[in-house]
């Protein structure tokens, strides 16, 4: 039972110290807002470019054009030689008959032209057809493939996917940074509320500590008060979440900008995501009673 009598004691002293230093634990709250906001926008936005990154994966495929004189056991050879290289997923072979018919179907005009070509008159080239895992690393598993032996081209996009991963990198880099600064100004601010508490508390700490009270028992109400702190500060940035994705997702028809990028689905997502708001939140608060209380308490 006195655990269970300590605990709910802490816990309403802990309530009782954030109305009583209303003003600093409003300040604290309004930047765990901030921070909470931009960790939200941080997460979601770094989702859905995985996402992309990962559709563009599956859609996004790298052309190897093999030279003409090429027999069909060197093809045999070639193909074996492509699934060893790193980063390959699939690999699918067309020889120069399977290109033709597929071109003279798509476009009447190619087809016109092609449906007069004889056998041995055929000018393309066979061709695999390549799908990788990672794209960031397409640009090395493509030189890797043009080193091989009867290679003649590889195509795949170059400037466009080097482009894509680059922006990408950069803004996933300065919004986690971002993020980061805030979190740290957030756990100071808090730092800064927990010791003011504990500077007018210091009488009731002193007789305390004289009757014999447990260093656990002193410490306790301050770290509930920042647990509370950053799940009251968490409250706002999780209904922005769940309303503001929401409603994002069903303005843009569940794409960004253009059909190719498309948003990952709400339901359950927004879900995750406020609940690591939460859990951030708190482990934030109470990190930062926790530095006040092993600073300034000296316990």
């Known amino acids: 039972m006195k655990p269970i009598r300590i605990l709910f004691r802490s816990i309403s002293s802990a309530f009782k110290s954030v109305i009583r230093n209303l003003s600093l634990s409003v300040a604290s709250i309004s930047c765990i807002i901030i921070t909470l906001i931009l960790v939200a926008f941080a997460v979601l936005l770094s989702a859905n470019i995985n996402n992309f990154t990962s559709d563009i994966e599956d859609d996004l495929t790298m052309v190897v054009f093999v030279k003409k004189e090429t ?45 007069e070509w004889k056998e041995d008159e055929n000018p393309l080239k066979p061709a695999f057809i390549i799908s990788v895992d ?57 730092s800064n509320t927990i010791k003011i508490t504990i500077y007018s508390r210091k009488n009731e700490i002193d007789i305390m500590r004289l009757v014999g009270t447990s260093n656990m028992v002193i410490k306790l109400p301050f770290l509930f008060e920042g647990l509370f702190l950053g799940i009251i500060g968490s409250i706002l940035p999780v209904i922005f979440t769940i309303y503001g994705y929401i409603f994002l997702y069903d303005k843009m028809g569940g794409v960004m900008f253009t059909k190719i990028i498309s948003l990952i689905n709400p339901y359950d997502f927004v879900f995750k995501v406020s609940a690591v708001l939460v859990v951030i939140g708190a482990v934030v608060g109470m990190y930062g009673s926790y530095k006040a209380v092993r600073r300034y308490l000296k316990i």
């Not at 060893?84 to 699939?90: E, L």
């Not at 290679?151 to 803004?171: H, P």
């Not at 993020?179 to 756990?187: S, W």
């Open 134 to 190: 990672k794209i960031e690393v397409m640009g090395e598993t493509a030189n890797t493939i043009m080193n091989l032996e009867h290679v003649d081209i590889v195509k795949y996009g170059k400037n466009m996917v080097e482009s894509l991963v680059d922006i990408f990198d950069i803004v996933k880099k300065v919004t986690y940074v971002a993020v980061i600064a805030l979190v740290f100004v957030t756990a100071f601010l808090i």
């Open 71 to 115: 027999t069909d056991e060197e093809i045999e050879d070639l193909k074996k030689n492509i699934d060893a290289v790193p980063n390959i997923r699939d690999v699918v072979y067309k020889s120069k008959v399977q290109i033709k018919d597929e071109m003279s179907k798509e476009d009447e005009t190619y087809n016109r032209i092609m449906s």
